[in-house]
């Protein structure tokens, strides 16, 4: 196999070009954690996924000042506010240059200086778009939105870390010695068993676990006894 590096600055605009090929890999089942030949780092740079949507909606909100960000924003301070809404302010006219908040109105008197406009909804989830379009901004703003964008990804991902849901792909386990003990059996019905979460109701305690059909109970049961046995062995 020829290895390929996949070359861009630091510019934030241009992870889009990483991020296509990173889903493209992904789709293909290439980005498992482990895989050498893949390159494991480049999994970190498909921000078009679930939580790469949700983190966009959460960023386009908080600039249009519909709820709070998440985060502070790149060279922004808590105990500096005015630094804040600057932020809010210059990000807001650059989406507007772009094209992503649209009918776009500049306030006066009181409101005096704010932006107000909308982002339509097939845009609120759009990554490819965002990226691509952060390549028509100058490089300082190009990279706070950017960066802004990437702390709340990564917020979310370790969120769901912590609560035991975050699908972290295939992963290669290791041993000093590994054979198999018996045929492999292959679960007909793992098609319709689905990975879920509860919350139970007195201490709210969270537990992580599988709808398994009642059509399907008696042969995984039957299955796991053949787990057993071989660990008894």
Same mark, same amino acid.
């Given at each position: 196999?020829?290895?390929?590096? $996949?070359?861009?600055?630091?510019? =934030? ?11 493209? $890999? ?21 921000? !078009?996924? #679930?939580? %790469? ?8 909100? =908080? ?26 302010? &210059?990000? &807001? #006219?650059?989406?507007?240059?772009? =094209? ?12 005096? %200086? &704010? ?10 989830? !759009?990554? =490819? ?6 390549? %028509? ?18 917020? $979310? ?16 386990? &290791? ?26 109701? $007195? ?5 992580? %676990? ?14 796991? #006894? ?8």
């Amino acid at each position: 196999m020829i290895p390929h590096r $996949l070359l861009f600055t630091n510019l =934030g605009g241009e992870r889009r070009f990483a991020s296509i090929v990173a889903k493209r $890999l992904e789709s293909l089942g290439a980005l498992t954690q482990g895989d050498r030949r893949a390159g494991p780092s480049l999994s970190a740079y498909n921000y !078009d996924s #679930a939580y %790469g949507k949700r983190a966009l909606m959460m960023l386009y909100r =908080g600039l249009m000042e519909q709820e709070p960000l998440p985060i502070v924003p790149p060279g922004c301070s808590l105990e500096k506010p005015d630094s804040i809404q600057d932020f809010i302010l &210059k990000g &807001k #006219a650059a989406l507007v240059s772009v =094209g992503i908040i649209r009918d776009s109105v500049l306030g006066n008197g009181k409101e005096s %200086g &704010k932006i107000s406009g909308r982002i339509v909804d097939s845009d609120m989830h !759009d990554v =490819g778009r965002f990226l691509n379009r952060l390549l %028509g901004l100058p490089p300082e703003i190009q990279n706070r939105l950017f960066e802004l964008f990437v702390g709340i990804l990564d917020l $979310l991902i370790q969120n769901a870390r912590v609560e035991g849901h975050l699908d972290s792909g295939i992963v290669d386990m &290791k041993a000093n010695r590994i054979e198999l003990q018996g045929t492999p059996k292959a679960r007909q019905s793992h098609k319709r068993i689905r990975v879920v979460r509860i919350e139970t109701t $007195l201490d709210n305690q969270r537990i992580v %676990g599988l709808l398994i059909p009642n059509a399907a109970v008696e042969s995984v049961l039957q299955d796991l #006894a053949w787990v057993q046995d071989i660990d008894d062995e």
